[in-house]
Each structure stands twice: as structure tokens, then as C-alpha cells.
């Protein structure tokens, strides 16, 4: 009997997404709502299974889990780029990885909560409220404003036009960047200094590489505009952590909306959990039931297909 797992189903909404039941009575899945960090944890849980799903990047595996999962023959990533699963060692280990359709317009949104949120204090102004207070802050509007959008790629450009349709000055780069692509969203192509230096807000959407990691580092926040904000929707990583919470602290910057972490979840004495001039949300820039549909159903899919023995949507290929 081929058993399935799905991991780190988090609002507990896995077996609903999907009719796994349809795959037949000889098939088991089985969801698991918790995380593991620990990998002898991870490699006991999913010891007994033959196929695992994984919801992107919340659980690596890198060579050291596959090389310790000897019935593992098929592991389906939720979208189709897992930049914490090892292709060579699941291809190695005899793993098939597959992966499944995503959407970009979730955390364009929410890039935009965040940075709604941060310019008009929607937070604190929540709480004070509640509290019984009224009235606590002046915000800040965004005409005239300007947004720089580091990488202007499908998500950055749904950004970008956001911001024009708000009528913000709005200025990009990336290293591939051409002022071809940049004229065609409708933006200003500058260097990464200058964006830095300008902006008003400049919010992150790269892939992380070895090229991005870091990429936003402590002299890259000093070159930012002391009124000046940084959303990063994109992975925690090319941020550096550690600089950017002394920039809060010290007020070089004016605050961050933070989605992706370098750890996640977020470990519970990670000092931007006490900074007042953060928006922090759980890495929910995907987190919507249509994405969670695209997800699961093409996980449903591939395995399907790969349990027929024509796997589809291949990475490992």
C-alpha cells in the first residue's frame, strides 16, 4: 500500500484541498499539521513512506534525508523551483521530484498589505482601538512617493504597475535588469544605489541565490533614507537579519514589513518580534486558498500520474 505524507499543513486544510481519496483504497495519506527542524524527527516520521509532498521550502532536503529515506521514490514540491530540496541526491537516491503550478498576484497583495500597513500604522491603529485609544499616528500617502522594486521579474512587475496605479514614482533593478524590460512595465531603470537612496519604500523580489544572499546587507540599508521603509515578500535570506534589525533599532530606517525569514517559524527571542516599527507576517505571501487549490491539485496530479508510471511536471528529470 503506497503511503503518502503532506507536510507542514499548517492550517490543517490538506486533506480538504484535494480528493485524495480518489486515488484509490490501497493509497493512505496522511497529513501532518506540525514542523519538524530536527532531521532525525523528520527522517523517523516519514521512514514508513513512499511519497512526500512538500509545501515549498518549509521543509529542506537536502542529500543527508534522502540518502536516510530508502522507500522514498517520489517527493512532489508545491511549485516548480524548491531551491531546499538537493535534485542531484534525490536523483541519486532513486527519488523522482516533481513539481506543480503556482501563482504570483497572492504575494504581490500582500506585498502591498505590508506596505499599506507600514506608510498608514493599520497595526497599531488596530490595537490602540481596541484598546480604547484613537488616533495615535500620522501617516504617510503614497502619490508622489517613491516605490523601487529590487527584481523586476512577474511578481516585481505586479508591484510595480500597483504603485503606478497609485501614482508613485516608481524605479527598479535587479543584476539582469535592461531598460527594455524595465520600459515595458512602465518604471525607471537605476542602479541599486541609487534605488536604495531614492526610494521611499523599496520592496524585495528576487530569487535567492548565492548572488542574492545578503544581497541587502548593512551598507546597503545605510544607503536607504532614514523615513524610508523595506518590505522583503520574497525569502528571508537576502536580507541580512542581523542588520537589519540594528537599522530599526537604531532608526536608520524608518521600519520593515518582514513575510520570509532566515529561520521560519520564527524563533519565539528573535528580536524583530519586539521591535514596534515592524509589520511581521508568517510567510503568507502564498498562503490563499486558490494557491493552496493550485498546490494540493497538482500534487494530487503528479501523483497520480507518477503512480500510473507516467510522472508529469518532472524537475529531476
Known amino acids: 500500500m503506497p503511503r503518502i505524507a503532506l507536510l507542514d499543513d499548517y492550517q490543517n486544510v490538506a486533506l480538504a484541498m484535494a480528493d485524495w ?7 493512505e495519506t496522511v497529513a501532518f499539521a506540525d514542523h519538524l527542524d530536527d532531521e532525525d524527527a523528520l527522517v523517523t516520521r516519514l521512514a514508513d513512506f513512499d511519497i512526500v509532498m512538500a509545501m515549498r521550502e518549509r521543509t529542506p532536503f537536502p542529500a ?11 517527493l512532489v514540491t508545491a511549485g516548480m523551483r524548491n531551491a531546499s530540496i538537493d535534485l542531484a541526491a534525490a536523483t541519486a537516491n532513486g527519488v523522482t521530484v516533481c513539481g506543480t503550478g503556482g501563482q504570483a498576484h497572492p504575494t504581490a497583495e500582500l ?113 536607504m533614507k532614514p523615513t524610508a521603509y523595506l518590505v522583503n515578500t520574497s525569502r528571508g535570506p537576502i536580507v541580512d537579519e542581523a542588520a537589519l534589525v540594528a537599522a530599526l533599532r537604531q532608526g536608520t530606517i524608518a521600519g520593515a514589513g518582514i513575510d520570509v525569514f532566515g529561520t521560519e517559524p520564527l524563533p519565539l527571542d528573535h528580536p524583530l518580534r519586539s521591535l514596534p516599527n515592524t509589520v511581521l507576517t508568517p510567510h503568507v505571501g502564498y498562503v490563499t486558498e486558490e494557491t493552496y487549490e493550485t498546490f494540493y491539485g497538482g500534487a494530487f496530479d503528479a501523483i497520480k500520474a507518477f503512480l500510473a508510471g507516467t510522472p508529469i511536471a518532472v524537475l529531476n528529470a
Open 21 to 27: 481519496s480518489a486515488l484509490g483504497p490501497d493509497v
Open 64 to 74: 543527508s534525508v534522502f540518502g536516510r529515506l530508502p522507500k522514498l521514490k517520489l
Open 111 to 223: 506585498t502591498w498589505g505590508l506596505i499599506l500597513s507600514l506608510m498608514r500604522h493599520i497595526p497599531s491603529e488596530d490595537r490602540a482601538v481596541r484598546a480604547g485609544q484613537w488616533q495615535l499616528n500620522v501617516g504617510l500617502g503614497l502619490a508622489g512617493r517613491t516605490l523601487g522594486v529590487i527584481g523586476l521579474g512577474r511578481l516585481g512587475a505586479r508591484v510595480a504597475k500597483v504603485g503606478l496605479a497609485f501614482d508613485m514614482n516608481v524605479i527598479a533593478w535587479s543584476q539582469n535588469l535592461t531598460g527594455e524590460r524595465a520600459a515595458a512595465v512602465g518604471v525607471r531603470q537605476v542602479s541599486k544605489e541609487t534605488l536604495l537612496a531614492e526610494s521611499d519604500v523599496a520592496t524585495v523580489h528576487l530569487v535567492l541565490s548565492e548572488r542574492s544572499r545578503h544581497l541587502i546587507d548593512a551598507a546597503a540599508l545605510a544607503l
